[in-house]
């Protein structure tokens, strides 16, 4: 019974054809089916997330003794630039951008993006992307040493004198992966605007999709001022303009405006959508209605406009004024506190359910606990004082993986693990899962705690040796490292072998409530035989009301419902 | 139902108790995380980071047993598939948990901002010095000034390159090694000769970044005698983690001798890790480098030592 209505459909439509949902050779065509590109964007994503590890990993070879003594200075610094620049724009971006762009139209009931081509052509610009980060290990100078954040004068030192060198290539993957961004945050604003489903008003819009929506806003909005600094970084590179220089009188500072301007709220580009998916898990696993659904829905919203005003606590003890200091401190608090109010309306929507503690569940659980570890350091770091100590130690490093790692992370993995049976139409073991998710948990923690304790003994983060007196530290960093790396394991056997043999999914195999759950596994290619009318809001558990008109069991678990 | 309030108030109110108790404990242990408390600031920054953690581990804890606590007792029993209580909000609940994080927020920006303005410990380009609208200074618990008797200011000038710190003092005296007379408030000029630096000491919980072209005056007032490490904080290319120095705490005596007798030294060229490491480049790693920027030659300094930074462990 589970798998005859996918059939059904795939003889009415004569099956095979190239978008069709049994047919791998599509994930490398130039589709423009959002599911493929979903699954593309994911699994490319998790490629550059294995060789962004790798790189962690050396780099925590190096730091487990004090001295510089496994990879030269240059190598190491070239090592941190890469697997952040890798982790955030080919990993943590991409993949949240295919989880999203696999799920909104089915959420909202629509049968594809707005601008399908526009989203084939986003998902190929970051194969590019990511050949241009790659291919700057190959040329003379090796590729950027000068960090993520590519903070001149140190970007522009260029010692090869070559014209191309690592830097440049840098800047053009930025801008690449930033353009590719820019044609995602139209195409999802527009789809989530113009083609939810009839009756779908936004207090009937699913949680997850406020949040990409919140997210997008905030690519539209920054993106440019990140793009007009990394222009303007190329020409100083290249031809030997002066915006950034200082020995042509330019000045430096001004790019970490136009760099943060952006990259705070990137922070909210990544965790929005993770926040969307813990508030889709918790009332699944729960089995209790999203807790205040609207407030959480709206907070969303705030987060992103806040989140506009507060990008200079990441210079605290940098080139700004005391006034200005305090003013993005207060500004940078205020982000607690719709970001305190999800956390807790998803402690209150577990809280007194029926807890089913599948993977997708514990990751999610997981996540949350580590988000308030990590927002509690945040609003440390965002006191001025507290900063002014800690400000590029290990301690911001430790907030910053505590957040990426330990909530995002955790809530892409959450996600993957409940989606997976939509998105392949097979169940994955749990068993396995569960041991990915103890070790992911045991890692996360004994890699990113002890990095706490040497920033606030006073450890400078991107250095590539260190004074005996943090030995330890690093010792039990490397080792959660090194445990992360391992954690990863399981996670690709489980999803390979499942997706190859593991048992067949129904359509809604966690007896959830949502338009996803109501199409075949995987659904066909446009989604729904029939667009659905929705007709209540979307976390009916423990009401059995109809999610759609015309629907047959208030929560189907298979079967065709549409 | 009187009794089941009794219970439930009970337990919450034992479930706090336990909170606080941690909190106050994790709120001791605090400030031993932090390096020696070499300089006034780091007393102010102490306390308010105890603080914090005090609050912190509250709020985490409360969560994660509140999880916990579901976890154990709250899982669905084996075959049952049934929902939950259809509960969807608590409009009270909701205003009081927006409210209360706005009002602890707004508390620990305001005082995080006295304990800021009480350091003084200036920046840049603060030629007006903004007053604080919400002055409660007479609430602090260390007045500053109780810490930092009024001795002469202390000028000192810092320079910072790629990949080394050059300490200038009254009547040019130069050297590699900060010196400064504890008790007395330092001032000192940060300037960088080529690229971004920061001047960070752990054990004074103070950084300031260093920018090109720019003259940063930046204050603080040590008070603890002893061997610190001054660190480059902001990454400043290939050998930034070479890029130290001690600071020496001394008294003010041991401060003047010290500068009386570096000023009879002919400057020489200092020590230098980085320029070290450059000129013997590639046997030390297991794995060769790319071509790197190249060090600038050893600062030639009156007070000149001939080896690392060499403060304890703090
Ligand atoms: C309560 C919410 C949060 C607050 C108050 C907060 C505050 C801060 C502050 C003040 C810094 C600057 C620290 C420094 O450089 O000295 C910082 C750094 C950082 N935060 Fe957060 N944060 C919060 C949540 C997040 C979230 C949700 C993310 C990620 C999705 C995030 C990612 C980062 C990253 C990546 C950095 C380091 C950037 C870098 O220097 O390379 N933070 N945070
Ligand atoms: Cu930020």
């Keep these: ?22 047919n791998w050779k599509r994930f490398f065509t130039f589709s423009t089916d959002h599911k493929v590109i979903g699954i593309q964007y994911i699994v490319t994503a998790f490629v550059f997330f294995l060789i962004g590890g790798l790189l962690s990993m050396i780099m925590r070879g190096e730091l487990v003794t004090p001295e510089a003594n496994l990879v030269d200075r240059t190598i190491y610094n070239a090592l941190f630039t890469m697997h952040g620049s890798i982790m955030l724009f080919l990993w943590t971006f991409p993949v949240l951008v295919g989880i999203s762009n696999y799920l909104v139209p089915l959420m909202i009931g629509a049968r594809d993006m707005a601008f399908p081509r526009l989203n084939a052509v986003s998902f190929w610009l970051i194969p590019v992307v990511g050949i241009l980060m790659l291919a700057s290990f190959l040329v003379p100078g090796g590729p950027s040493q000068s960090g993520w954040w590519a903070y001149p004068p140190v970007s522009l030192q260029n010692p090869t004198g070559n ?9 053009l993957a930025i801008a690449i992966s930033g353009v590719s961004s820019i044609m995602g945050g139209v195409n999802f604003v527009t789809t989530i605007f113009r083609m939810r489903a009839p009756g779908m008003t936004w207090f009937r819009t699913p949680a997850f999709v406020w949040s990409v929506l919140a997210a997008q806003l905030i690519q539209l909005y920054g993106l440019p001022a990140l793009t007009a600094g990394a222009v303007m970084l190329l020409l100083d590179l290249t031809v030997g303009t002066s915006f950034f220089a200082p020995e042509r009188g330019g000045n430096p500072v001004l790019y970490q405006h136009f760099f943060w301007f ?16 813990f508030s889709e898990v918790f009332p699944v696993y729960a089995r209790k209605p999203l807790f205040g659904y609207r407030v959480v829905a709206v907070s ?26 305090m003013l993005f401190m207060f500004t940078t608090m205020l982000v607690a506190v719709p970001t305190g109010v999800k956390v807790f309306a998803w402690v209150a929507t577990i809280w007194g359910g029926k807890l089913r503690l599948n993977t997708a569940m514990l990751f999610a659980m997981g996540g949350l606990v580590n988000f308030v570890f990590a927002g509690i350091t945040g609003v440390m770091l965002g006191s001025v004082p507290i900063d002014i100590h800690v400000n590029n130690t290990y301690f911001v490093v430790a907030h910053f993986h505590y957040v990426i790692y330990g909530a995002i992370v955790f809530g892409i993995y959450a ?47 991107r250095v590539s040796s260190y004074d005996p007196e943090f030995a330890l530290w690093n010792v039990l960093a490397s080792l959660g490292g090194f445990l992360l790396g391992m954690s990863t394991l399981p996670f690709i056997l489980n999803m390979v072998s499942s997706w190859i043999q593991g048992e067949k999914a129904p359509n809604n195999p966690w007896k959830a409530i949502g338009l996803e759950w109501l199409t075949t596994s995987p659904p066909p290619v446009e989604n729904f035989e029939e667009i659905p009318t929705v007709i209540s809001p979307p976390y009916g558990y423990g009401r059995n009301e109809p999610l759609i008109e015309n629907q047959s069991e208030a929560v189907p678990a298979d079967g065709v419902t549409t | 139902m009187r009794t089941i309030n009794i219970r439930a108030v009970l337990t919450i109110s034992l479930f706090v108790a336990f909170l606080t108790i941690a909190s106050f404990w994790v709120a001791g242990q605090a400030p031993s995380w932090l390096p020696p408390q070499a300089s006034a600031e780091s007393k102010l920054y102490d306390e308010l980071f105890s603080i914090l953690s005090g609050i912190g581990t509250f709020i985490l804890l409360g969560i994660t047993l509140v999880l916990l606590y579901a976890v154990l007792f709250q899982r669905a029993a084996k075959y049952d598939d049934g929902d939950g209580p259809s509960i969807e909000g608590n409009t009270a609940i909701e205003i009081i948990w927006t409210l209360v994080p706005l009002g602890l927020v707004i508390w620990i920006a ?26 409660m200074k007479s609430a602090l618990a260390v007045p500053l000034d109780e810490v930092k008797p009024q001795l002469p200011t202390e000028e000192i000038d810092v320079t910072a390159k790629q990949w080394a710190w050059v300490f200038r003092y009254p009547e040019n005296v130069t050297s590699t090694e900060l010196h400064l007379p ?23 919980r103070l950084k300031q970044d260093v920018i090109p072209n720019k003259t940063i005056d930046f204050e603080f007032t040590p008070i603890r005698i002893g061997k610190y490490r001054l660190r480059d904080s902001l990454y400043s290319g290939t050998y930034f983690a070479a890029n130290q120095a001690d600071v020496v705490v001394e008294s003010a005596e041991d401060y003047d001798r010290w500068l009386a007798n570096a000023a009879k030294q002919t400057p020489t060229p200092a020590f230098n890790p980085a320029s070290a490491e450059y000129n013997r480049a590639s046997e030390k790693t297991l794995v060769r480098g790319w071509k790197s920027v190249p060090p600038a030659p050893p600062p030639v300094v009156n007070f000149a030592p001939k080896q690392e930074p060499s403060s304890p462990p703090a």
């Design chain 1, 1 to 22: 019974m589970t798998n005859a209505p996918t059939e059904a459909i795939d003889v009415a439509r004569q099956q095979p054809y190239p978008g069709a949902p049994d």
């Design chain 1, 163 to 171: 014209l191309i060198n690592g830097q440049v290539l840098w800047i």
């Design chain 1, 262 to 277: 952006y990259s705070h709220p990137a922070v909210y580009v990544m965790v929005l959508p993770v926040f969307g998916i």
């Design chain 1, 300 to 325: 969303s919203v705030l987060i992103t406009v806040v989140s506009a005003t507060v990008w200079v606590h990441h210079m605290f003890a940098s080139g700004t004024p005391g006034w200005m200091r």
């Design chain 1, 415 to 461: 996600g993957l693990y409940h989606w997976f049976p939509k998105m392949t139409g097979r169940m994955y073991y749990e068993g396995l899962g569960k041991v990915h998710f103890a070790l992911t948990l045991a890692g996360t923690w004994l890699c990113f705690l002890p990095m706490h304790f040497s920033g606030l003994m006073g450890m400078p983060r």
């Design chain 2, 110 to 135: 305001t005082y995080s901002y006295q304990i800021y303005d009480t350091m003084a410990i200036r920046g840049p380009v603060e030629l007006v010095h903004l007053h604080n609208p919400i002055e």
């Design chain 2, 182 to 204: 504890v008790d007395h408030r330092i001032r000192l000029a940060l300037h960088s000769d080529d690229v971004l630096h920061g001047f960070y000491v752990p054990a004074f």
